[in-house]
């Protein structure tokens, strides 16, 4: 790890003002739990002068309902404090399983809400300081051809990394949003439009936060009336691992009849995959049957594109597509 | 640089640190406290497990200032002056290691979990420890030597009575 300075920051503001402006200069950096980032920062992924420490602001690990039943996240809470959240179990039942199999119980306890959306991807060559992949400024994605069976079967092109955030899925399926705050101003922003493919932006990250954005919160609108939700993740460990697959359904019911859904698939693609027309399709359809089922599933992962190791993870979200709706409908 | 002042094991310590230095670092390369083990280094392996306030964190993924003004406890903090903790004891009586390498830091996290819910299930002692790994055994005497750490605090020995064991024990080899 190369040597840097640490800030304690005050005040938000005080925080993004010490944040390069330039997306080129990268002396600096934001730390929260720091369970991704000291990965980052020893892999050499990162190498910043100087880390702007965000622990200790004021306000920033608070968890309050406003009175419609919107549900603001500071960006500071602590996956274990979302997953330990009576009301979040048991209001927004997605959002509490996911956070419930991020990482391992040391993780949880200390990661953040916040560092866990901005965290960088897994991808082995990416992760690797031998590898100078696109993702890192050079000319090609070894995923492509190489050893990829974590790698994209959807929205890869050029670069085939996923995702690697459980929250991420869940909190994209319950419509949440997501405010940051710079020095010129604060701007709020839906989640699924933080994300962004590696075909639309730069190669080199994954959302479209400016360097000197500040994630300060996340707000999950109060669901409309009615809804079940769920999150299904299948890691090739059982003790504690990344998705290998992950589902985020949300369900509204008229009767035993789907009136009403959103699905988010995690694991498969450089963003959490939103799948509006198979929440189209869903409608008036019973949640339980194998026609729904399969109707869902060859929609859902119509456009996937499996690489030489990965072509497993078609079936595999298809099954827990299956498990979901059986779980919701039951 | 800067000088860290916390609680260390029930000490009142200063610890001068660049930076960029690891809570692991200091307690092994400055505090000489080599209990707590450097594993993987990236937050896989749970080997450098301790406390913070209590609470479990990973040492190697933790930076150094993070303990300013806090409260640290490593494997070496267990024991007490009446002998080992009842889960040290415990691990030691179900013999259930091999290399023991992972041991500092299960025996971290088992000690939190026995605190917070001595009437803790196997699944939940398995959730508990999923983030600390060992390569040689195949868990299930860890899992016992935590199920016996947690009947034996239910039954109110607590370390008192562990230590008793230990001296009977110590008593008999020698
Ligand atoms: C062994 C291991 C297993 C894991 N397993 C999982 C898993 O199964 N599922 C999963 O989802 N995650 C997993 N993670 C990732 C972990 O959950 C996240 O690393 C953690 O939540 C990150 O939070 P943090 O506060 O520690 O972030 P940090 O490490 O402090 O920050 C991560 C990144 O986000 C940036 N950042 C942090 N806060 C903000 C902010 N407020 N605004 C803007 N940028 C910010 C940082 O600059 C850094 O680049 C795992 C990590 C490890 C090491
Ligand atoms: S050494 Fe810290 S988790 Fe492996
Ligand atoms: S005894 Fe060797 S790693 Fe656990």
Sequence with gaps: MKAFDLVQARTVQEAAGLLPVDPADKSAMLLAGGQDLLTELKEHLAEPDRLVNLKGIPGLDAMTWEADGTLVIGAMVTVQDLEEHTRVRETLTALHEAAASVGSPQIRSVGTVGGNLNQRPRCWYFRSEEAHCLKKGGTHCYAAVGKNRYNAILGGFPSYIVHPSDLATALVALEAEVTLVSPSGERTLKLDDYFTLPREGSYQRETVRLPNEVMTSVRVPAPPAGMRSTFLKMQERESYDWALSAVALCLWMDGSRISDARLVLGGVAPKPWRCASTEALLQGRSPTTEATARAAGADALKDARALSDNGYKIPLTQGLLRRALQKLGA | ?174
């Design chain 2, 1 to 174: 640089m800067r000088i860290l002042r916390f609680r260390l094991n029930g000490d009142d310590v200063e610890i001068a640190a660049p930076d960029h230095w690891t809570l692991l670092e200091i307690l092994r390369y400055r505090a000489g406290l080599t209990g707590t083990k450097q594993g993987c280094d990236k937050g896989d392996c749970g080997a450098c497990t301790l406390h913070l306030d209590g609470r479990s964190v990973l040492s190697c993924i933790t930076l150094a200032a993070d303990a300013d003004g806090r409260d640290v406890t490593t494997i070496e903090g267990l024991v007490s002056a009446s002998g080992p903790d009842v889960v040290q004891d415990c691990f030691d009586e179900a013999g259930c290691l091999q290399c023991g390498f992972c041991q500092p830091g299960m025996i971290m996290a088992s000690r939190q979990l026995v605190t917070e819910n001595p009437a803790a299930t196997r699944a939940e002692i398995k959730a508990a420890l999923a983030g600390n790994l060992c390569r040689c055994t195949g868990y299930t005497k860890i899992y016992e030597a935590v199920e016996n750490a947690c009947r034996r605090t239910r039954e109110g020995g607590g370390a008192a009575a562990a230590g008793v064991t230990r001296a009977a024990e110590d008593g008999a080899d020698g």
